[in-house]
């Protein structure tokens, strides 16, 4: 099962990425739990995550998450400008498992 954790500003912009990551997922075959946070979750949520994407209008919090994110060992980036716009959930899912590793 992979938990992959999204932060924006609210968490409701991300709702229908998420639910774009999820279809993709299943398509795939792939068992993933796939949830967005508000910004001021993020940090609490992320024990609970194997990665953590920042919506790119948050780009100004990856520093300050990055330092909880190594602490738990959660890799964390932003997600791509041109993926978000277009709730491509296919292009952030294999850049959520590229950061898992898999």
């Known amino acids: 099962m992979k938990r992959i954790l999204l932060a924006c500003s609210s968490g409701m912009s991300t709702s229908l990425l998420?639910?774009?990551?999820?279809?993709?997922?299943?398509?795939?075959?792939?068992?993933?739990?796939?949830?967005?946070?508000?910004?001021?979750?993020?940090?609490?949520?992320?024990?609970?995550?194997?990665?953590?994407?920042?919506?790119?209008?948050?780009?100004f919090?990856?520093?300050?998450?990055?330092?909880?994110?190594?602490?738990?060992?959660?890799?964390?980036?932003i997600i791509d400008p041109i993926a978000y716009g277009r709730i491509d959930g296919e292009a952030v899912l294999i850049k959520a498992l590229d950061l898992i590793g898999e």
């Open 61 to 77: 919090l990856k520093k300050k998450l990055e330092k909880t994110a190594e602490a738990n060992g959660i890799p964390l980036d």
């Open 18 to 59: 998420v639910q774009k990551m999820k279809e993709a997922a299943e398509k795939r075959g792939i068992e993933a739990e796939i949830w967005a946070v508000a910004q001021d979750k993020a940090e609490s949520e992320m024990s609970h995550a194997d990665c953590l994407l920042i919506g790119p209008q948050m780009r």
